[in-house]
């Protein structure tokens, strides 16, 4: 089931390389989106898309009990921008699509894509039911560029350290 978020923050990008957890290479491209909780048609749109995966699967009353969802309260979460946020990670193994407002392609040396940035982002929703355990999963097809936003963290891009100088050096 595929799902279009608009103007989503982005966070914990890793666009460019595979993700990298506990010291280890997932082997994964990944992000996570955060949504405004009072961005009710949106946390909407993608219950209804776990919904209709998990139909879809296992056919309509036939759902099996203890699957885990991919949406998140940002509220459990310790980290900058989270709070009244729903938040959900997509990842895939194919590097994703990856575009400026005007579609042309964004490469990792044009630095537009931050965690903190806005961003829209085309994902699948699909179910895992297998030894790894039960879960309704995101993958991650495209980020657009919307526009930007506080970096999380303390991201800088080395020229804000230095001050312009003027004529005398």
């Not at 699909?126 to 936003?149: P, R």
Request: with cysteine; proline share 4%.
């Amino acid at each position: 089931m595929k799902v279009v978020l608009k103007n989503v923050r982005l966070s914990f990008p890793s666009l460019f390389a595979t993700e990298v957890y506990g010291g280890e290479d997932t082997g994964k491209y990944a992000a996570t989106f955060l949504i405004p909780k009072s961005d009710t048609k949106t946390v909407a749109t993608i219950e209804q898309a776990c919904k209709q995966a998990l139909i879809e699967k296992y056919g309509e009353g036939k759902i099996p009990k203890g699957f885990k969802l991919p949406l998140v309260d940002g509220d459990d979460k310790e980290y900058q921008g989270y709070a009244d946020h729903v938040c959900i990670k997509a990842s895939t193994k194919k590097r994703p699509t990856l575009v400026n407002r005007d579609k042309t392609p964004i490469v990792e040396e044009d630095g537009i894509l931050y965690g903190g940035c806005y961003v829209n982002a085309s994902i699948d929703v699909w179910v895992m039911d297998n030894q790894y355990g039960k879960k309704v999963l995101a993958s991650l097809n495209a980020i657009q560029f919307v526009k930007d936003g506080e970096a999380f963290g303390n991201a800088s891009n080395g020229a804000d350290d230095f001050e312009d100088l003027d004529d005398e050096f």
